[in-house]
């Protein structure tokens, strides 16, 4: 039966657009954990661990996402580990951004000139406070622009876990649009969603640009 | 008793031998300026004084520290001398009390109050007390070039290098920054300084070295060697520098 695209189903979407957010926050908080991770095991003088690291990021960076998705979800189960959708995207997700963003934040931190680490070391700052007092907060502000990027390239990819069958705002718009066969409002209530989230987040990529005072 | 002594230091980057062969002793109180053409080695000497880079081969003893040794501990070294750099260097986050004050209360463990009178003390006498809040963007490069002084000076260091430090200055910026120098020097501080101000080394220093191609060619009273050298080498530098 065929029914009207109504206020109910906006609610629906809104609804969804939660797992949406709840999944990009947790894949955010996965990989910034993950990413620093990489990005320290990226950077220690230690080269088979750098190796590693590198191995990690060429395989995530080389594959498509929906496949790592795939992995997750439809591999752990081969090996006699049950998962739901919710834990394979949040897991695939996090560890996906942890190859980007380590990458970032290695990049960021090498960025930093060298002069100031020798200009720290000069004053008799031991190695661990010339990184967090003088080239941690220089590499944080350098990083907020392609970090804050990256996150909103990672809201969008959430919908990818429609295709493993998790209900976030894209799978909910297509059980809407089967419904009611009104595909075009559908999703253009779901882009605007989409657009609301995007949009504060590369906002506030600027106040905290502004915020934090590093030569302008 | 010296302050500073090198022994016979080498110093290679990969295939290039950049010092061959180094020594001399530095006084308590003495102020040496270090001449000599780019590339001859000038930097390089200095910045193995504090340990920047590693010697092939050689020892280095400043003011009881053996710099050269495997587990010499380098950060106490650079609390007894400081360093200062062409590019002035100071962090861009933090404004000048805190450029100074960062080293005296993680490095040496001043309290906050403590640390901030000496910055302001220190700040105000390379004359820059009005800019004690504003950050290093908003200075030209000769106050950026006396905040880097006054934050060296802070940790009060037994030995101060000075490394070209006005070398990247627009000339109307330089005199400043010597003027800070000179009051430096009259209080007597050991200083080790890469320059290319002749005149402020004829001036102000005591001794001045002559590099040439990785080797002292020239050591003696400033005056007399910029004046009186005694090396075919040395006079073409001056006659390069002064012309």
Known sequence: MIREFSAADLVYLAAAARWTIALALAAMLGGG??????????????PPVNWLAIGFVNVLQ???????LFVFFFGLPLVGITVNAWTAAALALSIYSSAFLGEIWRGSLQSVPHRQWEAAASLGLPYRHRLTHVVLPQAVRISIAPTVGFLVQL???????????FIELTRASQIISSATFAPLSVYLSAAAIYFVICFSLSQTSHVLERRIHVSR | MSLV????IHKQFGEVEVLKGISFKQD????????GRSGSGKSTLLRCVNGLEKVQSG?????GIEVTAPDADLNLL?????????SYNLFPHLSVERNVTLALTLVRKMGRDEAREVASAMVA?????????????????GQQQRVAIARSLAMQPALMLFDEITSALDPELVGEVLKVLESVAEEGMTMMLVTHEMNFAKNVADRVIFMHEGRIHEDGPAREALLEPRTAELRSFLNAVLH
């Open chain 2, 78 to 86: 650079r609390q007894r001398a400081g360093m200062v750099f062409q």
């Open chain 2, 5 to 8: 002594e090198l022994a016979d």
């Open chain 2, 28 to 35: 308590r109180g003495e102020i040496i300026a270090v001449i």
């Open chain 2, 59 to 63: 020892r280095i003893v400043v003011d």
């Open chain 1, 33 to 46: 954990v993950g990413g620093l991770l990489v990005a320290v095991l990226r950077i220690v003088p230690f």
């Open chain 1, 155 to 165: 809201v969008k990819d959430t919908s990818l876990a429609a295709l493993i069958g």
């Open chain 2, 125 to 141: 006498k390379v004359g820059l007390a009005d800019k004690l809040h504003a950050y290093p963007d908003e200075l030209s490069g």
């Open chain 1, 62 to 68: 080389g594959t498509p996402l929906l496949g790592q």
